[in-house]
């Protein structure tokens, strides 16, 4: 019931592509779900995040799309360039709860 | 300095060694958290720090002992350490008490390697 499950492992997409990441859960409880981002040698950054009260929240050229009735939400990048090179990782959140459940990651290369 | 600091940032030691982590954060939060990060895996909680207070332990081995001697530092002390807990060691704070999007700032990590 805690598990995020994240996928896929690793994407490779062109420069100027849309990479999607894509998260599912079974904790109805969860109510605020963040995206992080995370360079090498670097910890992990918060990207975007969203609560299940709206399906879609977009930040610049990052996209988060919620379906609630699916328990799934997915990341999305437009117009995706080599600096976004990075891993993502999905996580997810209830109430006041200080713990986060994160997904296994995935490691997304935009070629140039 | 600024947001959330580690040493040191790589670590090599022994199973017999006593060693500690340490992390800083100038942010001026009340929470910190120790996570430990595995290849392909998702980052696993390990101690959670609320006020100074511990406030979750999950089911981590006794061979790591942390200590929150106030708000703005947090250890991790290590000692006769197994290979499998080679892994990077992350910290992180937040403010605590935020009813809406509670954000976790992480440090850059401690790369560990046990022999």
């Known amino acids: 019931q805690q598990q995020v499950k994240q996928s896929p492992q690793s994407l490779i997409v062109q420069k100027g592509g849309i990479p999607i990441i894509n998260c599912a859960y079974e904790n109805t409880a969860f109510d605020y779900f963040p995206w992080y981002q995370q360079f090498p040698g670097k910890g992990p950054a918060l990207l975007i995040a969203i609560r299940p009260d709206v399906s879609e929240k977009k930040e610049g050229r990052f996209t988060i799309s919620f379906n609630k009735s699916a328990k799934q939400f997915s990341l999305h990048i437009m117009d995706s360039q080599p600096g976004d090179s990075a891993t993502y990782f999905c996580?997810?959140?209830?109430?006041?709860?200080?713990?986060?459940?994160f997904g296994s990651g995935t490691q997304l290369t935009v070629l140039p | 300095e600024t947001g959330v600091t580690q040493t040191p940032r790589h670590l090599v030691m022994g199973m017999t060694n006593k060693k500690s982590l340490k992390c800083e954060q100038h942010l001026g939060h009340n929470a910190m958290y120790w996570y430990k990060q595995s290849a392909k895996k998702p980052l696993e909680l390990m101690f959670v720090?609320?006020?100074?207070?511990?406030?979750e332990n999950n089911s981590v081995p006794s061979r790591f002992s942390p200590e929150c001697p106030n708000s703005s530092h947090l250890f991790l002390h290590l000692h006769t350490l197994q290979p499998e807990d080679s892994a990077l060691y992350l910290c992180?704070?937040?403010?605590?008490?935020?009813?809406?999007?509670?954000?976790?700032?992480f440090g850059p990590g401690t790369r560990l390697l046990v022999l």
């Open positions: 720090y609320n006020f100074k207070e511990q406030t």
């Open positions: 992180a704070s937040s403010q605590a008490g935020q009813s809406l999007g509670e954000t976790q700032y």
């Open positions: 996580a997810a959140r209830m109430g006041s709860a200080r713990q986060l459940t």
